[in-house]
């Protein structure tokens, strides 16, 4: 497919925010040019190589939430989080059927006495806010010393790389065009009435608007320089591992492929969730940030996440030391100081204030309904240029680059690793980029 010379609408990053978007805005009004460029494949980044645990939750700590910003925001912000993953299951369901399997819940266990005292306080202020997450006993392997949970609802497993072809493919059907193998490197002042111009590998295209929505993926350019994208996004380097096909007798004994997601009450703690084939998906462990790390200490960051994922395998059955890991991959995800995401409307100094910049990215690792949320979002002020519904300072609309003191913040404040892990381990939070799940010997895993 050829670049077009021009189109009212150029979105970066054919990913889940790209991707719902695209859908949302061409939905809504097919009469508009929609163009995506993706400088690899769709769902080339974390939206196709996630961990797929869909439930609610977005921002700091309900507890953070009600301290910092009071109970309105922190009320709102929540039930948006459930709204979000209300609206992912509807469009899976229409646009992608089979990419979601609705989950029995998602419980956050506490694995030691602080982290019990912690979910007692957040159950204290979800009740307090009228929220629908209550404390719960747990007889989880991880949760042995405390039986402390907090119980989600909704939630689901999800395929995302699957679930994010199926929006490209319905967006395609509605008339927009997605040209992958197409890396964006400048954005440009335009002309009359084509406020923006946007440089890629393979020519220009002139935009009235343009949203950038390729979180913490590989840019070139002045992307790069986080000129444009992202505000005070930090890039991570997470882990992930995934088992074979477990027996169906022990598949059934470890609640089957709707048992609830568990995830560790540690900043980096285990998480897990059963596929619909009967694999177990484990993510947490040691992670590194990117900036100022080489290739080597992210390559060993990612062996000693692997390795430490699969004691915590270990310690949920005894069966399961038998069972192989199988996948195993590596990748980014973008973390702010504030622990919000930055959804919002960009000023960029060489453009003006006529081109219209919107950016998406910062999830924390929570961003499987958030993502596709903020599509809806931005393709609704996109076209109405309606104010968002929710405070500009914290939801939506993080206009400032403040990139620079957000990275000196983090170098300061790095998280330490989780006890399980042993002291001096190195924290590794991302690596050169997602990778598909790859099959891997067992033998590479030990």
Same mark, same amino acid.
Request: charged share 20%.
């Given at each position: 497919m050829n670049l077009p010379s021009a189109a009212d609408i150029v979105v970066i990053g054919a990913g889940l925010t790209g991707a719902s978007t695209a859908l949302h805005l061409a939905e809504h009004r097919p009469e508009l040019e929609v163009v995506v460029l993706e400088a690899q494949c769709v769902a080339a980044g974390a939206s196709g190589a996630g961990t797929g645990l869909l439930g609610p939750r977005l921002g700091p700590p309900i507890d953070v939430a009600r301290r910092r910003d009071g109970d309105h925001i922190a009320r709102q912000r929540h039930r948006d989080s459930v709204t979000a993953v209300d609206r992912v299951l509807t469009l899976a369901e229409k646009h992608a059927p089979g990419t979601v399997t609705p989950a029995a819940g998602q419980l956050m266990v506490a694995t030691g006495a602080a982290q019990a005292t912690a979910l007692r306080r957040r159950a204290a202020v979800y009740a307090t806010l009228g929220l629908d997450v209550v404390l719960t006993e747990t007889n989880d392997p991880w949760a042995t010393r405390t039986r402390t949970a907090l119980a989600y609802h909704p939630a689901a497993g999800v395929a995302p790389g699957a679930l994010t072809r199926g929006l490209v493919d319905a967006a395609r059907a509605a008339g927009v065009q997605v040209l992958e193998r197409t890396v964006v490197r400048?954005?440009? %002042?335009?002309?009359? =009435?084509?406020? @923006?111009? @946007?440089?890629?590998?393979?020519?220009?295209?002139?935009?009235?608007? &343009?949203?950038?929505?390729?979180?913490?993926?590989?840019?070139?350019?002045?992307?790069?320089?986080?000129?444009? *994208?992202?505000?005070?996004?930090?890039?991570?380097?997470?882990?992930?591992? !995934?088992?074979?096909?477990? $027996?169906?007798?022990?598949?059934?004994?470890? =609640?089957? &492929?709707? !048992?609830?997601?568990?995830?560790?009450?540690?900043?980096?703690? %285990?998480?897990?969730?059963?596929?619909?084939? *009967?694999?177990? &998906?484990? +993510? *947490?462990? $040691?992670?590194?940030?990117?900036? +100022?790390?080489?290739?080597?200490?992210?390559?060993?960051? !990612?062996?000693?996440? #692997?390795? #430490?994922?699969?004691?915590?395998?270990? @310690?949920?059955?005894?069966?399961?030391?038998? @069972?192989? &890991?199988?996948?195993? #991959?590596?990748?980014?995800? =973008?973390?702010?100081?504030d622990g919000l995401p930055r959804v919002g409307r960009l000023v960029v100094d060489a453009i003006g204030p006529d081109g219209e910049v919107w950016t998406a990215g910062g999830w924390n690792g929570h961003g499987l309904a958030a993502t596709i949320d903020a599509g809806r979002r931005i393709a609704d002020q996109v076209l109405t240029a309606r104010r968002p519904d929710l405070p500009p300072a914290r939801w939506l609309l993080g206009s400032s680059l403040a990139r620079p003191l957000v990275l000196a913040a983090l170098r300061l404040q790095t998280p330490s690793a989780p006890a399980e892990s042993g002291r001096g381990s190195p924290i590794v939070l991302d690596v050169t980029r997602i990778r598909p799940p790859v099959p891997i010997r067992e033998e590479t895993t030990r």
């Open positions: 400048d954005l440009e %002042p335009g002309v009359a =009435g084509w406020p @923006v111009h @946007v440089v890629t590998d393979r020519g220009a295209v002139l935009a009235r608007a &343009v949203v950038v929505a390729v979180d913490v993926a590989h840019r070139a350019g002045r992307l790069s320089d986080g000129l444009v *994208g992202p505000d005070g996004q930090v890039p991570l380097q997470v882990s992930a591992s !995934a088992t074979a096909e477990l $027996p169906p007798d022990l598949l059934a004994e470890l =609640g089957g &492929v709707t !048992a609830p997601h568990v995830i560790s009450a540690s900043a980096l703690g %285990p998480y897990r969730r059963i596929t619909t084939e *009967g694999r177990i &998906v484990l +993510g *947490g462990g $040691p992670a590194v940030p990117v900036t +100022g790390s080489t290739a080597s200490s992210r390559a060993s960051a !990612a062996r000693q996440a #692997w390795t #430490w994922q699969r004691r915590q395998l270990d @310690v949920l059955h005894p069966r399961l030391r038998g @069972v192989p &890991v199988t996948h195993r #991959w590596s990748g980014r995800i =973008g973390v702010t100081r």
